[in-house]
């Protein structure tokens, strides 16, 4: 498990990127030219505080950093803007909520994440995307910024169509075995899509806000790269409600094939019954006659030398008449309830 971190970086208007080890250097250079950009890692409450003097940060800022129950939202301070936003992933089959946090001003840019039970540390890998677009970000925290929050969204398209993946797994398998599936899954599937759509809306809210220059330190020349994510966000937005309304039609289909399956187990079980049924019928008389005739006291059959020339070949042809009168005797029935329903 990766350990607390603390970077800072001064990045002149030339573009050069300098790595600076103390926070006091880091303070002080931001007397010079460009900006200077603070990047913590799973960082301890006391060590964030240490901010709140040469950054003029609110302590109720830095207490919302380590606190993973915020909603994506936007704060306006008079020396900065408090950002909060949400990278988001699977692991594995569920969605994991990485809260990055960003506190922009004229000359300095603060990023805090880390802070999630399960982790993945999600700006750990911007380094090389910053040292490769180093003409935008000697422009302004607000280009490093934009930059960073392009590669969380970016990573969340496949987010999005883990969800849709997903989808199709849970689709395959109703139509494959209906009585076989879990539909516990499909509730699983809807509440990840209504906390990635919380997410979503929320984080589109903030890009609208700064696209309408509704921060101030975002210059108007840089609105653009953020509509660019607002596009984006928009986009998963779509496709995330879309994907919500196929999961209730997938549990409405869930229903509907576990109905007719529950039908015709329930019509073969009629039938079952009603052909016990004939047979109680045809054999219910068949018994009678057999257990009077068949009795030890004296009968036609049972009396010996008085017994009934034939008496035995008599009384099968009686049997096989009654039970046949009683088969077509249904039969009729049958077809009289059938005549009348039709």
């Not at 250079?29 to 950009?37: F, I, P, R």
């Not at 540390?121 to 970000?137: C, H, K, L, T, Y």
């Not at 039969?331 to 005549?339: G, H, Y």
Request: net charge negative; charged share 25%.
């Amino acid at each position: 498990m990766q350990m607390a971190r603390s970077e800072f970086y001064h990045i002149s208007t030339g573009g050069d990127l300098e790595k600076i080890t103390t926070l006091e250097e880091a303070a002080s250079a931001m007397n010079n030219d460009g900006y200077v950009w603070f990047n913590y890692t799973k960082a301890s409450r006391e060590e964030l505080a240490e901010l709140t003097t040469p950054l003029g940060l609110h302590p109720l800022s830095i207490e919302d950093c380590t606190d993973e129950t915020q909603v994506p939202k936007m704060d306006e301070f008079p020396n900065y803007t408090f950002i909060v936003f949400n990278a988001l992933r699977y692991d594995p089959e569920e969605l994991i909520s990485d809260e990055v946090d960003f506190f922009i001003g004229s000359n300095f840019l603060v990023t805090v994440s880390g802070y999630a039970d399960y982790t993945q540390f999600p700006i750990n890998g911007i380094m090389p995307v910053v040292e490769r677009n180093n003409s935008a970000v000697k422009k302004g925290p607000a280009w490093l910024m934009h930059l960073i929050m392009d590669y969380m969204v970016d990573n969340m398209a496949n987010v999005v169509e883990q969800a849709e993946v997903d989808i199709d797994k849970a689709e395959e398998k109703i139509l494959d075995s209906p009585s076989g599936f879990d539909p516990s899954r499909l509730t699983y599937l809807r509440r990840n899509l209504l906390s990635l759509r919380k997410s979503l809306f929320y984080e589109r809210e903030i890009l609208i806000k700064i696209s309408r220059n509704d921060c101030e330190w975002v210059p108007e020349k840089a609105t653009v790269h953020y509509r660019d994510i607002f596009d984006h966000i928009s986009n998963f937005l779509e496709m995330t409600e879309s994907n919500r309304d196929n999961v209730t039609s997938l549990m409405e289909l869930y229903a509907s094939m576990l109905n007719n399956k529950m039908a015709r187990d329930s019509n073969q079980t009629n039938a079952t019954v009603r052909r016990l049924t004939l047979i109680t019928t045809i054999f219910m008389p068949l018994t009678l006659i057999a257990g009077i005739f068949g009795m030890s006291e004296w009968t036609v059959m049972t009396g010996g030398e008085a017994n009934i020339p034939h008496s035995y070949p008599l009384f099968a042809a009686i049997v096989a008449v009654i039970g046949l009168a009683s088969f077509l005797f249904i039969r009729w029935l049958e077809w009289r309830d059938r005549k009348r329903s039709g």
